[in-house]
């Protein structure tokens, strides 16, 4: 069966040089707290929590990993219905700014895993390949 309703055009999250500037900075430091740091001055940057996500699943974690990552979720969530997405279309991994809200469902499909929700890892991990299958090819490795 054909669908004859055209797709939504891609939606692009804005950049935002501040918040970009204060994760490389915790990334230069690699420390906990200097992640901490930037999330916190930057509670709508979806990447911070994505860095913050993973650095907790890295270190077992789970369950603050899982924190991080739906906050980032949320975040993203909500930037995204401010750049016009009606919940369905693309949200293309090539365009940064789009990368952070991905990396965070990326890591909230593998710690709902970790704890055993494996209908929401599964729903996770379905939206990030709705949103573009080449995020989910990147964040898996394949």
Not at 8 to 34: I, M, V
Not at 115 to 131: M, V, W
Request: overall charge negative.
């Amino acid at each position: 069966m054909q669908n004859l309703l055209p797709e939504p055009p891609p939606t692009l999250l804005p950049g935002d040089d501040a918040a970009e500037a204060a994760l490389a900075a915790a990334r230069s430091a690699d420390t906990d707290e200097a992640y901490a740091a930037a999330a916190a001055q930057h509670p709508t940057f979806s990447a911070a929590w994505a860095a913050l996500a993973a650095r907790s699943l890295d270190s077992g974690e789970v369950v603050a990993a899982y924190a991080y990552a739906r906050t980032g979720y949320h975040r993203g969530l909500d930037q995204l219905r401010r750049s016009g997405w009606k919940g369905h279309g693309p949200v293309p991994w090539g365009h940064v700014p789009n990368q952070g809200f991905l990396r965070c469902l990326h890591v909230l499909s593998r710690a709902a895993g970790e704890i055993g929700e494996s209908d929401e890892a599964a729903r996770c991990a379905q939206f990030l390949r709705d949103c573009d299958p080449a995020a989910g090819d990147a964040l898996s490795g394949t």
